[in-house]
């Protein structure tokens, strides 16, 4: 599954829609995830990418990981992924 | 309906072993947050905190004692001493059949349960030692000072998260003022800094990763503390009668639920809370000088709690001072509220107002007198302190100077 298909899957099921219907520029706030939805998504995205996403609830914008679409998310997947050298990568 | 008086206070937490140290770190704006030391500390994402530091346990308690005591026991038990030691107070046979305890925990022996799920999960051992249920339970505190005590009357534990003691607390007081109970011992105690206590607040998003900076426009979060605040609750003629020295009149409480969200804490809820309090202590808007504040240093709480005040105290908010002393000793969870009760004692026995310590930049949603960085001499009759916990569930206290 591509990285776009996972956090599209991850994003479905926090939203309780179908994939189909979670197209790449959806927001999070356009399928309705709330802060405490954000936070267990980011949680889903390290578990299945085994990065650490340095996202605090505080300060959602302060982050370096763009939260704000499908394709934000993905891209800061990609960079955590370079950063933090794949699965082995400690905090 | 009696009046209730504080005679005696007691604490252990990360600025000091007692109330007097304690009060003299709060009059300095001492920061007690420092690097978490803890096996696998390494392992966490959140590294800082304020521990008890220097507690020495295994010289000041027993083998037994040991053996039966979490820490949250040990902070509530040393803190008792000092509390029932100011208090001069004498358990007689007629007396111990109505006094009782009500202690606040959250996480209760909270490392015992971490230490001993690393025994059978991770080390893979089948066998626990045989006090583990005593010694974790959450009214262990509580039960350990009946008995410490001879108190036979009503004891047992209050959990509301991080409003537990403020609970604890207003439970004790009605009691007293009801005349169920002439004495009460109160207050809470907190241990939840232990790996996997970290670990789940951790996993919140809502931990601050540098300091807590409460009211500041660059504020990162909460960080957590440990210890306990303990108190003990009379009635006032039986405190005259004795010729007992009075810290201060607990004037009224009040507790309400928001009924909106598990995190998200609400305008309504907190204000309700804290006007509760004013009617039920008889006091005005005007007549509170300081308010200790819930503070956690979270975006959601400080913005809440600060239009929460303005509604209550309108005009009268200008002439108001608010700190947040989590800025100094963390967030005790169930234990914070009766550590922060004493940052009130101080401001109506001895005229100091403990600061809100790094704060950097004001905030446009606090627009609210937060007593930043440094202490200040100011003359209060009245103080209010909050406690807002997850689960929506408040508790405030107001005290009045005697």
Known sequence: MSVQDQVIA?????????PRDVSPDATLESLGIDSMGVVE???????????TVPFNANAPDAADFDI????????GIERLRAQQNGPSSAP | M???VITGAGTVNALGHDVPTTLEAMRNGVCGIAPLQMRDADRLQIRIGAQVTGFDAENRFSRQQLTLFDPFTQFAFVAAEEAMRQ????????LADRAGVVLGTAGGGISTTDDNYRTVYAEGKNRVHPFV??????????????????????SFTVSSACASSNHAMAQAFVMVRSGMAPVMVTGGSESMLCFGGVKAWEGLRVMARDACRPFSRDRSGMVQGEG??????????????????ILCEVAGCAMT????DIVMPSVDGAARAMRGALVDAGLAAGDVGYINAHGTGTAANDKTECAAVAEVFGQQTQQLMISSTKSMHGHLIGGTGAVELLACIMALREGVIAPTINHREDDPDCPLDVVPNTARQAQVHATLTNAFAFGGMNAVIALRKI
């Open chain 1, 68 to 75: 704000t679409s499908v394709a934000s998310i993905i891209a």
């Open chain 1, 41 to 51: 998504s980011i949680f889903a995205i390290e578990e299945a990418f085994d990065i």
């Open chain 1, 10 to 18: 991850i994003l479905a099921e926090q939203a309780v829609l179908e």
């Open chain 2, 133 to 154: 249920v005593p010694k974790l339970m959450n009214n262990a505190a509580a039960a350990q000072l009946s008995l410490r005590y001879n108190l036979r009357g009503p």
């Open chain 2, 87 to 94: 208090s001069g107070l004498e358990i007689t046979e007629a």
């Open chain 2, 257 to 260: 639920s928001d009924a909106t």
């Open chain 2, 228 to 245: 306990a605040g303990i108190f003990v609750f009379e009635e006032y003629d039986h405190a005259r009668a004795r010729g007992a020295d």
């Open chain 2, 2 to 4: 009696k009046r209730v």
